[in-house]
Every structure is written in structure tokens, then in C-alpha cells.
Nanobody, 126 residues
Framework: QVQLVESGGGLVQAGDSLRLSCAAS????????MGWFRQAPGKEREFVAA????????TYADSVKGRFTISRDNAKNTMYLQMNDLKFEDTAVYYC???????????????????WGQGTQVTVSS
């Protein structure tokens, strides 16, 4: 089972950029579909972006489309979330998630993911 550790969060101003990283243990990282989710205070965890094991397929929540970019480097066992033009409403704890995938599939639902990181705080001041 893969283990995940997020990093890269912080306090930024609106309009700034941040890049989150999700480092995974294990030798079969490319066998895992990956996703980013976030949870703001008092709100449910929500989908942000997902990427297939090969990295060929990606998808985004409408709220971040055009501003965020998900990517992965399977040689480094690491997934990234480049966040540009950050807004106050992007403030949340960001989690990365993984699940074994038998095909190059994308997963949107948090319940379908098997492994989660501990989360990294992103705070955007207006």
C-alpha cells in the first residue's frame, strides 16, 4: 500500500501562486490513479483535480479549471498541483489521494480513493 506525504502549502496573497507536492512511497506509483481534494472550515471535502496513472488523462473541478494544473512524475513517485491566481475561496486543507487502477482511469469521488495524505494548509489572504 502506498503512503502519501503532502508539502508546499502556506500563506499567500490573492493572485499569488503555490505548488503542492505529494510524495508517495512504494515501487508501483504508476499503477495508482491520483487526486487532489480540499476541505475548507465548516465545509465538506471537495474534489479539485485527478490524474491517471500514465499522466495522460487529467480532469479538474470547474472552480479551479484554468488556474490549477495537476501533474505527476512517476520516476520521482511524486504528484504536483500548480495553483495560479489563487483566490480567497481556495483557502483549505489540501489532501492528495491514491487508489490502485487497473486501467488509465480518472476518479472523482473521495470514497473511491484508498489512501490519503495528512493534508497541507493553503491560506489565501484577500
Amino acid at each position: 500500500q502506498v503512503q502519501l506525504v503532502e508539502s508546499g502549502g502556506g500563506l499567500v496573497q490573492a493572485g499569488d501562486s503555490l505548488r503542492l507536492s505529494c510524495a508517495a512511497s512504494g515501487r508501483t506509483f504508476s499503477s495508482y490513479a491520483m487526486g487532489w481534494f480540499r476541505q475548507a472550515p465548516g465545509k465538506e471535502r471537495e474534489f479539485v483535480a485527478a490524474i491517471s496513472g500514465s499522466a495522460f488523462r487529467t480532469t479538474y473541478a470547474d472552480s479551479v479549471k484554468g488556474r490549477f494544473t495537476i501533474s505527476r512524475d512517476n520516476a520521482k513517485n511524486t504528484m504536483y498541483l500548480q495553483m495560479n491566481d489563487l483566490k480567497f475561496e481556495d483557502t483549505a486543507v489540501y489532501y492528495c489521494a491514491a487508489r490502485l487502477a487497473t486501467s488509465d482511469t480518472l476518479y472523482y469521488l473521495s470514497l473511491t480513493y484508498q489512501t490519503w495524505g495528512q493534508g497541507t494548509q493553503v491560506t489565501v489572504s484577500s
